[in-house]
């Protein structure tokens, strides 16, 4: 089953994007593979870009449109390909259908009413499933989203 974790980060969606940039690349190096589902390609860009500039992601192999085969992928739209350890998703209002085949899955929340209310709904949608939940409150924006 999968696990799920909520993060609030304070800020907007800037502040989500870096947070889920930090979370992604510790991740790597226990994960099989870790997917960052965004809304839409120019939210998969700047994210891109955010782990194009972290020096820790410098050599991790990522790819945008979850290519196969990827530890590190960004994905909007369809079911990605091979992915199934880590999904972190950065769509405001909703979590795809997929997300169970997911070994875990972290939802990021970030300082938007209709985001924290949507996120509201689906804490209570996988409560009321059984799934295991956790919850993590960042107190600062990570840097990245000063940058």
């Not at 994007?17 to 809304?39: I, K, M, R, T, Y």
């Not at 979590?95 to 949507?118: G, M, N, P, Q």
Request: aromatic share 8%; with cysteine.
């Amino acid at each position: 089953m999968t696990h799920i974790s909520f993060y609030q980060v304070p800020g907007d969606y800037q502040s989500a994007l870096a947070l889920a940039c930090e979370l992604a690349v510790h991740a790597v190096s226990c994960h099989p593979d870790v997917l960052l589902h965004v809304p839409d390609h120019r939210a998969g860009a700047r994210l891109d870009e955010l782990l194009a500039n972290h020096p820790a992601a410098a050599l991790t192999t990522r790819s945008v449109a979850a290519q196969p085969r990827h530890p590190l992928s960004i994905s909007w739209g369809d079911t990605p390909l091979q992915h199934h350890g880590l999904l972190i998703n950065l769509c405001p209002v909703a979590t795809a259908d997929w997300f169970s085949r997911f070994d875990k899955l972290i939802e990021i929340v970030y300082d938007d009413h209709a985001v924290i209310e949507h996120k509201r709904a689906r804490y209570r949608y996988y409560r009321d499933r059984g799934y295991p939940l956790g919850f993590q409150e960042q107190n600062r924006p990570p840097a990245a989203a000063t940058a």
